[in-house]
């Protein structure tokens, strides 16, 4: 059986080496084409680019262990362990200075101790579990396969004096999910009002006998998960008696196939199903609130996940599955915040480490009040009184970073684009920022809906949606993703007439080359201050701009790799490729 343990007090602080295995690493020289890549060789982290860091500043080491240098700097540790599997860490620090809120962190970023403080010459000790599994980094398809540990310490005086690790059996808690869910990386130094997390880097904690494994990742849908790659290493891993969270929703709302009675529910139906199948237990989360939007007719706060929020919770109880309410609790908690609320986020959907913290609260109390097993029986005995953790605590000031490469900038991550006759126009579409890099699939062959087109569309224009949304059409509802998009088409005269049928939007219906030639040119003629333009002069122009391929036929559906090679050529015709995304062009962080 696996058993090392990591004596960290003859004074000096090792560097990791592949050919000793274990030591700190320096954040300096991790290794990886992206910012998701390097923080997967750093514990989570990614320096900062203004930061003028070297790894011998950045430490001590004494005869009681290894300690930061100053309270927002870490000391990342790693040891390689010799197979994938589950392990029992146990971390001891013996303070040589007083330590003061110290925060504990292992994998990628999870928070195993929060507001940790010791007095000089005492010491402190944590046991923990983890579980060491392929992973697939974010804007790449290709699985990581080391296996390896990794701790972090940040706060005054903190640091490690002994590692000892070893393989064990526990539960698991798997995730599934999207970017509110994921171990998101985050910049060194360390501000938590600048820290975008996902709540279940928060949740180990709470599980001091039972590893969490989370699979979530920024962009991904109930189906992205599957066709990525993800369900397939944690349909390998889990175990009977395992439990699993779903959380998704954010994303499949900008999907016309995955609406929440249709295709949504239909994945949350199907997961529930496999986890079962393993002897594992499902557990159903509806998505989480973004930050409320105030209706300006009613002048009550909305959400644009109602109907999700609702599937999540029918699937449930058709299926007899747990069910945490995390859209209304998460809702109901943002309202009651005010202006605050935004304390607790990035931006709109994302939190940062303070609300990250709070929901992960929020889920273990759901898990504790409806004793929900086999996860109830896994927390800690007692209800935790944990050190406050509120934005009040720390400045909300931190580092502003000078510009760098972008997620724009990667190589193009997908995986079925090879040889597609669009392939020139999908990468400079890609370039301009229209097309989502955290998913794997584009799908180039596949027709788009009506609705969908709007999205990407106002993104090539650099224009913004509009809400309220008046109701016009009876087949799109007031707090649908598209029907800002929508309304703001009917404010600039982007709809030809002659597209909608008996009053119908139809939204769901496939895109024609004739109608996506009107967007795109009415769209055009809209910035450019011309009036708008009949279908048939649209398509003459369409094919004469390029915006349509050679030989496209009015009445034909037009596939999303033609659309999506348009779509660059209007980008250019009107030179927006170099100019900001609109301000509700919302961007996955990428952990």
């Given amino acids: 059986m696996y058993h090392e343990t990591y004596t960290l007090t003859d004074g000096s602080a090792p560097l990791y080496s592949p050919e000793y295995g274990f030591g700190f690493v320096d954040l300096s020289k991790a290794e990886g084409k992206t910012d998701s890549k390097r923080a997967l060789r750093a514990g989570g982290w990614n320096l900062r680019r203004s930061f003028p860091y070297s790894f011998s500043s950045s430490v001590r080491a004494d005869a009681s262990g290894v300690y930061v240098t100053f309270p927002r700097q870490m000391a990342v540790f790693k040891a390689d362990v010799p197979e994938f599997g589950t392990y029992r860490v146990r ?59 990794y701790i972090s310490v940040t706060g005054q005086n903190a640091g490690l004096s002994r590692v000892t690790i070893e393989r064990a059996d526990a539960p698991v808690l798997y995730i599934a999910g999207d970017s509110t869910v994921t171990d998101q990386n985050a910049p060194a130094p360390y501000y938590p009002y600048g820290c975008t997390n996902g709540w279940a880097q928060d949740l180990a904690q709470y599980f001091p006998s039972a590893a969490v494994c989370n699979f979530a990742h920024s962009g991904l849908t109930t189906n992205c998960f599957r066709d990525d790659g993800h369900w397939d290493i944690l349909w390998q891993y889990i175990c009977p008696g395992d439990t699993c969270f779903i959380q998704f929703g954010h994303n499949d709302q900008k999907r016309r196939n995955l609406a929440a009675f249709g295709g949504y529910i239909n994945n949350l139906r199907w997961y529930v199903k496999k986890i079962r199948e393993r002897n594992a237990f499902p557990v159903i989360c509806s998505p989480i609130s973004r930050i409320p939007e105030t209706d300006a007719d009613t002048g009550k706060p909305y959400s644009l996940l109602t109907l999700h929020a609702l599937a999540a919770k029918q699937a449930a109880e058709e299926l007899q599955v747990p069910f945490i309410d995390l859209h209304a609790l998460t809702f109901a908690r943002w309202c009651s ?25 929020i889920v273990a109390s759901e898990i504790r009040r409806q004793n929900i097993r086999p996860a109830a029986e896994l927390l800690s005995p007692q209800p935790q009184v944990l050190p406050p953790f509120t934005p ?70 650099r224009i913004c949606g509009a809400r309220p949304y008046k109701g016009y059409f009876p087949d799109l509802g007031r707090y649908e993703w598209d029907s800002s998009y929508v309304q703001a088409c009917l404010n600039e005269d982007l709809i030809d007439p002659a597209t909608v049928k008996d009053g119908f939007f139809r939204p769901d219906d496939p895109l024609t080359c004739e109608e996506f030639a009107s967007f795109a040119e009415r769209g055009m003629a809209s910035m450019q201050l011309r009036a708008g333009i009949s279908l048939s002069a649209a398509f003459a122009q369409a094919l004469a701009d390029g915006v349509l391929p050679a030989g496209a036929k009015r009445a034909a559906a037009i596939c999303r790799g033609d659309v999506y090679a348009g779509l660059a050529r209007v980008m250019e015709l009107l030179g927006t490729a170099k100019k900001a995304l609109p301000r509700d062009a919302e961007i996955h962080p990428v952990g």
Avoid: W
């Avoid at 000031?397 to 392939?423: H, L, N, R, S």
């Fill in 91 to 149: 971390v001891d620090m013996t303070a040589s200075q007083a330590v003061n809120n110290m925060s504990l962190f292992a994998g990628r970023r999870n928070l195993i101790g929060r507001g940790i403080c010791v007095p000089e010459g005492e010491s402190f000790s944590r046991t923990f579990f983890m579980r060491v599994t392929p992973y697939i980094p974010a804007l790449t398809s290709v699985p990581d396969t080391e296996a390896a540990i």
């Fill in 392 to 461: 009040d605590m720390d400045t909300k000031q931190f580092p502003k970073e000078p510009a760098g490469p972008g997620m724009f900038d990667i190589d193009i991550p997908y995986v079925d684009i090879d040889g597609c006759p669009q392939y020139e126009g999908i990468v400079r579409a890609f370039r301009g920022g229209l097309l989502d890099p955290c998913v794997m699939h584009l799908h180039p062959d596949a027709v788009m809906p009506r609705a969908q087109l709007l999205m990407v569309l106002f993104k090539a224009l």
């Fill in 337 to 361: 915040l005010g202006d605050s609320v935004h304390d607790y986020f990035v931006d709109g959907t994302h939190t940062n480490e303070y609300g990250g913290c709070l929901i992960a609260g």
